[in-house]
């Protein structure tokens, strides 16, 4: 798999709704589209690291790393916060699209944030775990049926 840094011409403000990342996923070059707006801290992160005026990247140079040394760092800060599970940029994809899964976000918008060519592919983010079930039956009500 080939790892492409972000672009600038990635990324897209909306007038009405906000920031975008727009690109290709790496591993299938599947057209991709990431809310920003949703997280009230991406821009100022992002500003924070952003590369100079002049520049085709998103993010400053001095900031890139390989897949492989963001894996082991991952690994350090899961060891120093005292998280057993084995961190990865794959384990976050997953609990990315669990997140969203969780707050009501629906298959076809999941397939197309992730870049899956087909949305059968995203069927696996869609397990049903204790706290799917808890969230999922949370606006049932009993009562009102007189059970």
Not at 33 to 49: G, Q
Not at 116 to 141: C, L, M, W
């Amino acid at each position: 798999m080939i790892w492409r840094p972000l672009k600038k011409d990635h990324l897209m403000m909306d007038e009405e709704y906000g920031a975008f990342i727009l690109g290709e996923r790496d591993k299938n070059g599947h057209d991709t589209i990431i809310p920003l707006f949703k997280f009230p801290n991406a821009e100022a992160i992002m500003m924070k690291y952003i590369a100079p005026e002049n520049d085709v990247f998103a993010f400053n140079r001095k900031h890139f790393i390989e897949i492989q040394a963001y894996n082991r760092n991952l690994k350090k800060i899961a060891t120093k916060a005292g998280i057993k599970k084995a961190l990865s940029n794959k384990v976050a994809r997953h609990t990315n699209a669990q997140l969203w899964i969780r707050f009501g976000a629906e298959r076809p918008i999941i397939s197309k944030m992730m870049g899956h060519a087909k949305e059968e592919t995203t069927r696996h983010y869609f397990s049903v775990n204790i706290p799917e079930i808890v969230q999922g039956t949370r606006n049932v009500d009993f009562k009102a049926l007189g059970i």
